[in-house]
């Protein structure tokens, strides 16, 4: 059989694209777009077996990139999100789509803890304070972590990660997902919002949950901790709260608009800890990605199911031209 035609669309070099898929041998042809824009995505579609999918969502296949391909027999998103993919139009064409859950789970809790921590010792603030030759031990007012009421919004490896976690330093957990799940602690969102002092924002970002978290309706002086998407807290709606002084403070690893815009109330606003998107990405966790993707992408063409469907097709791919 000819080698499967796989189109590589991370934003990476060619060349580290190619070290990184030889593993693979002689049963893939791999190819990348001319250019990292729509025409080129859409040109290099027709020819493509299976896409390797970029996790910057910037060559995302929607309704009309999978009617671009009619060659496509699997996805392989190399990361947990798989933002604007169009997950429908992909099932009804007959190609499954799979993703890496739970290569970032404690790589991603590990950061909301470390960032909580920081909201709630004001480490970001004494800092700022020593260097500008101050010593406020006074004046800073932090708190303990141990005993306060943490909200975690997802309950997928990253949630139930976050929530052992937390629960280890002596807090309060729930949760709230939009699956059911039998591990104690689940709340519903109205109830988790305004009773906690740090809502942790681990859920996927779909049409369901964009806007999903109102900073508005969470509790007086709490935290909000954001490593999901920044689509699923609203963000004028955040702004407005720590500008008011409604929350004591925010932690975000993402932004409706990434990297965060010059100009953007977040830059200037006291209380508030930027990320750029880095909270999943460590040394261990790259392992654990690559690995799953590599492992994936071989069973694809082997014939064997593949894991982390997540559009209802069947795990074993079929090739549709050989």
């Known amino acids: 059989m000819s080698p499967w035609n796989l189109l590589a669309l991370p934003p990476l070099p060619e060349e580290l694209m190619r070290r990184l898929l030889a593993p693979l041998g002689d049963q893939v042809t791999v190819r990348v777009p001319a250019a990292r824009d729509r025409d080129a995505l859409m040109a290099a579609l027709p020819e493509a077996d299976i896409v390797l999918g970029d996790w910057t969502a910037t060559l995302a296949l929607d309704a009309e990139a999978v009617k671009a391909a009619p060659r496509l027999s699997f996805v392989q998103q190399p990361s947990v999100g798989v933002d604007g993919h169009d997950l ?32 709630s010792r004001k480490l970001a603030a004494a800092d700022a304070a020593v260097r500008a030759g101050e010593w406020p031990q006074q004046g ?42 039998e591990d104690p602690g689940y709340e519903e969102l109205a109830p988790l919002l305004s009773g906690s002092d740090v809502v942790v924002v681990v ?14 309706r969470m ?6 901790v954001n490593a999901a998407r920044g689509g699923v807290v609203d963000q004028p709606a955040l702004v ?3 500008r008011a002084g409604h ?58 199911e ?12 079929t090739r549709k031209f050989a």
């Open 240 to 242: 407005e709260a720590l």
């Open 140 to 181: 800073l007012q932090p708190h303990e972590l141990r005993g306060r009421r943490v909200g975690v919004v997802g309950y997928g490896p990253i949630g139930a990660t976050c929530a052992e976690m937390f629960r280890a330093l002596g807090c309060q957990v729930t949760y709230w997902t939009r699956t059911p799940r």
């Open 88 to 119: 429908d139009a992909l099932a009804a064409a007959g190609i499954p789509l799979a993703n890496t859950p739970g290569v970032s789970a404690v790589a991603v809790s590990e950061w909301c803890v470390a960032a909580t921590f920081s909201l």
């Open 247 to 304: 929350l004591g403070g925010a932690a975000l690893d993402v932004f409706d608009v990434e990297p965060l815009p010059a100009g953007d109330p977040l830059r200037d606003l006291p209380g508030v800890l930027l990320s750029p998107h880095v909270a999943g990405v460590t040394p261990e966790a790259t392992g654990r990605l690559l690995a799953a993707t590599l492992d994936n992408l071989a069973a694809a063409v082997e014939g064997r």
């Open 306 to 317: 593949v894991d982390g469907v997540l559009n209802g097709v069947s795990p074993v791919i």
């Open 219 to 224: 509790k007086q002086g709490a935290l909000l």
């Open 203 to 216: 859920i996927a970002l779909s049409e369901e949950t964009r806007g999903l978290v109102d900073p508005g």
